[in-house]
């Protein structure tokens, strides 16, 4: 569980937010907290949730009338609010998220076989990375870095809001080294339709210099139409913009 005044704190010592900003971003977030409860979206408060659950409440939200129109009349501050927060859970509480993982598989028509595949694809192991590294010749599709030892398996449409098949799935994966894989994850760089790297206002140009990332460089990401579809998720719901 983590507290409003936390999450402001986190933003003005690690994301560099004025306390303004941060102060906007933390009533945000709790009039989102209050609001979904009142519109039965959501049975607790986001602050008690971790980040699958999380994910889960903001794509309910983004599918909202309600939100909608509250979220255009606030000039996407709550839709902001909500991934600022995402991001704040994705840096300080992912160890917590080991414990949630097989309450979002009800599916029973699946074998137990496929019911480990896919809780081992949350953690990027298994099917969904052999799917990965062979689909992306072993290679991490930013740097190149071709030793598997350091590669990660990472989903494009977070694994909470995903289908079992998209779970598994390589058209909703991205093979990367740790740092780029980090970096996606969190919602501070994602890709164009066209393979260019994105990268979030949040992070400073120094940064961006530091880390060598090049934004005119395209990218081979094996582009497919099922591969835009979850891109486009990303871009929307996890990318700070």
Known sequence: MQDLQTF??????SAHKTDTTAQHYKSGLSACSKDFIDWKIIDKPLTEMSLSELDVAIQKAFLSSLFREKNNRGNN????SLK????FLAVNDAQQLDTVYEKF???????????TSIIKSRIGQGIFREKLIEKYNGCCVVTGVNDTRFLLASHIRPWAVSTNEQRLSAENGLLLSPLYDKLFDIGLITFSEDGFIQCSQGLENRNIDLLKIDRTKKYDLKISTK?????KYHQETVFLG
């Open 77 to 80: 501050m709550y839709s902001n």
């Open 227 to 231: 591969f835009v579809e979850n891109l």
């Open 84 to 87: 600022q927060y995402r991001n």
């Open 8 to 13: 402001k704190n986190w933003m003005i010592l």
């Open 105 to 115: 598989i009800d599916d029973r028509k699946i074998t137990e076989t496929e019911r």
